[in-house]
């Protein structure tokens, strides 16, 4: 019924590596074959661990005696079926010879030294180990991603990179975890910003391992809708992108820059609104070349249009402004995801014969308000 296994006692540390089997006490009751993993002391006559699958059970020396008590109780296997509460009688040492003997409620086994006089390691524990991966991994900005994991053998996960809510996860460890992440767009993605790379660092403290896996994701822009524009009456003068002309990316500018306009042309400036959620103005300054310093002034989706809501357009004089917002602010209302165009013009917004301006080109200045 009882199996001997070799074991090594080298510079004060004994251990064994590999299974023995004994009769032992569970739960008072006596059962046979109780599978041992491993027995394993640094010091001879001092406390001795023993490994089961589930845990470690202590034998503490009793004072004068060279006999250990039991202190702990783990699960073990009994005919490969694991059992709580196994129970470890007595541990004796001989350290004359050398030998560990284990004694259960019916019987014993014994360690003892190998011929090889080279010391076993301690045992070896289960690797750490992580998996990670987003479904799916290619998605439009304003778009939902589902990050996927598994752990095993760590004892603490964080999150990192993403966006701001991956990491605020705290995930689960030693199994299967998922979380559904936003991304409403790259703008704020730290250090990848696209591909958007979400990544975990997992520990085990006990053994002083760690391990990092990360998973990409493709974010790419959301289409803009296609509209459908007349010929504008008038024809065109300049055309600046939003950047270019306030130096500046969509929604930011709050400085103030000329628009050169020509006599019977329209110029515009045009923004591609995206995820954005913002409100703003625009005003103008009267220009010197006008008799009346009128010029009107429309937001429209369509270049050169000023045939639009009576919120999105203004004749300016000496003053005032037109507001916008993407957020349901007063004002004129526009879409996400949307290009929109500020069209400036010193006529009526149809007849080029109709100007204001009396020399071949005129400006004005152009600020935006948040």
């Not at 004072?63 to 196994?86: H, N």
């Not at 998922?178 to 993605?189: D, L, P």
């Not at 110029?267 to 609104?273: K, Q, R, V, Y």
């Not at 402004?321 to 500020?342: A, D, K």
């Amino acid at each position: 019924m009882f199996k001997t296994t070799r074991l090594l006692l080298c510079m004060g540390v004994l251990g064994v590596s590999g299974i023995a089997s004994a009769t032992v006490e569970i739960d008072g009751v006596i059962v046979d074959d109780v599978t041992i993993k491993s027995v394993w002391t640094y010091t001879p006559n001092q406390a001795v661990n023993i490994r089961t699958w589930e845990g470690d059970m202590t034998l503490v020396p009793q004072a004068g005696t060279g006999v250990t008590s039991v202190t702990g109780m783990r699960d073990a296997k009994v005919d490969g079926e694991l059992v709580p509460g196994v129970q470890i009688k007595t541990a004796f040492f001989n350290g004359d010879v050398g030998y560990y003997n284990i004694e259960t409620i019916q019987g014993g086994y014994t360690f003892g030294p190998m011929d090889n006089g080279e010391p076993e390691p301690p045992p070896v524990t289960d690797d750490i180990a992580l998996d990670i991966s987003a479904m799916p991994n290619t998605v439009v900005e304003g778009s939902n991603v589902t990050i996927s994991w598994t752990s095993a053998n760590v004892t603490s996960c964080t999150t990192r990179l993403g966006n701001a809510e991956w990491q605020s996860i705290d995930p689960v460890i030693n199994g299967d975890g998922s979380a559904v992440i936003y991304i409403a767009s790259t703008a704020g993605v730290p250090n990848d910003p696209n591909p958007v790379t979400f990544r975990m660092r997992c520990v085990n403290e006990d053994t002083d391992e760690e391990i990092i896996k990360g998973t990409h994701v493709t974010v790419t822009p959301a289409e803009t809708p296609a509209v459908s524009c007349d010929a504008p009456s008038l024809s065109k003068a300049d055309s600046w992108s939003w950047n270019a002309f306030f130096h500046l990316d969509f929604p930011s500018s709050n400085q103030r820059e000329t628009l050169d306009i020509g006599r019977t042309t329209y110029s515009s400036i045009f923004w591609d609104t995206d995820n954005v959620q913002h409100s703003g103005a625009f005003t103008t300054t009267p220009p010197v070349q006008t008799p009346s310093g009128r010029r009107l002034v429309a937001i429209s989706q369509c270049p050169g249009d000023f045939d639009v809501a009576p919120e999105c357009k203004k004749l300016f004089s000496q003053g005032s402004s037109i507001q916008w917002s993407t957020e349901g602010g007063p004002g004129c209302q526009l879409e996400s995801n949307s290009r929109y165009y500020l069209n400036v013009t010193f006529t009526d917004g149809e007849s080029s014969t109709a100007s204001e301006c009396t020399t071949p080109y005129c400006q004005t200045e152009i600020l935006h308000v948040d």
